[in-house]
C-alpha cells in the first residue's frame, strides 16, 4: 500500500469536509451491521475512539462497552465510504494494515484471534484500545494514516460531517442528539440570544464605541 497516497487521500477528505457546501455530501446514516471485513474492521476502529452500543446481539465489530450512540451509530463508515470522498478505494488497504497490526499484537502477547472475523474485530475492547493506543506513538511508520482516521471518525460524531446540520438535527442525527446540540430556528439558522457567562465580567470602558470598540 502506498503510505504516502492513503495520507494525501485522508488529508483531502479533511480538507472536503471543512470547505464543503451545504448539500456537496450525502447524509451519513446509522449502519444496520454486517458488512464485508474492510467494514467490520472500520466500524471496530471508530467503535474504539468514539464507543457505543452493539446494534444487535452478535455484533462483533461494536464492543458494546458504553449505552448510547457511537461513531458507528453516526455514520463513521458511510463517511469514509462517500464516493464523493477521495478516501473510498484505500479503505481496503487500511483495513488490512490495521488488521496485520492487530495480528502481530496478538501474537505478541499470546491472544488467540478467531478465524471467522478480521483480526482487529476479533480483539477484546481493552485489547483494542491498547493497540490503537500504540498507534499513535511518535516513532510509528503510519501514526499520520491513524491520527486522520480517528479525526475523521470524531467528527461523524460530534458534527455530523458530510451532512447538512439543520437536517442532520432534524434527523435526530445520533452523535448531535446525544449531545444535546440544538436544532436551529424556523428558517434554519442558529442563533444564541443567550451566551457568555450571563454578567459583566469587567467595567466598560467609558469611550468604547458604540460598537463595541476602543477608542
Known amino acids: 500500500m502506498d503510505r504516502r497516497a492513503v495520507i494525501k487521500a485522508l488529508t483531502a477528505t479533511v480538507v472536503l469536509l471543512a470547505g464543503q457546501t451545504a448539500s456537496s455530501l450525502p447524509a451519513a446514516e446509522a449502519a444496520s451491521g454486517g458488512g464485508g471485513w474492510t467494514v467490520q474492521t472500520l466500524e ?3 467503535d474504539t475512539l468514539v464507543p457505543g452500543q452493539r446494534r444487535f446481539s452478535g455484533d462483533h465489530a461494536i464492543a458494546g462497552v458504553v449505552q448510547g450512540p457511537g461513531a458507528v451509530q ?3 463508515v458511510q463517511l469514509l465510504q462517500s464516493p464523493d470522498l477521495p478516501l473510498h478505494p484505500f479503505l481496503p488497504g487500511i483495513a ?3 488488521n ?3 495480528t502481530g499484537y496478538a501474537a505478541r502477547n499470546l491472544i488467540w ?6 483480526a482487529f474485530v476479533g480483539l477484546s475492547f481493552s485489547h483494542r484500545t491498547e493497540l490503537v493506543s500504540g498507534l499513535f506513538d511518535a516513532g510509528d511508520v503510519d501514526r499520520q494514516i491513524w491520527q486522520i482516521l480517528s479525526l475523521l471518525s470524531g467528527l461523524a460524531f460530534d458534527s455530523a460531517s458530510g451532512c447538512d446540520t439543520a437536517e442532520a438535527t432534524s434527523q ?3 452523535g448531535l442528539a446525544w449531545l444535546g446540540f440544538p436544532p436551529p430556528d424556523a428558517d434554519g439558522l442558529w442563533r444564541f440570544p443567550q451566551h457568555s457567562y450571563g454578567r459583566a465580567l469587567a467595567d466598560l470602558h467609558p469611550k468604547t464605541t458604540y460598537s463595541g470598540s476602543p477608542v
Open 44 to 46: 471496530a476502529f471508530a
Open 74 to 76: 453516526a455514520g463513521a
Open 96 to 98: 488490512a494494515l490495521l
Open 100 to 102: 496485520t497490526r492487530a
Open 113 to 118: 484471534l478467531p478465524l471467522t472475523r478480521p
Open 172 to 174: 435526530q442525527h445520533p
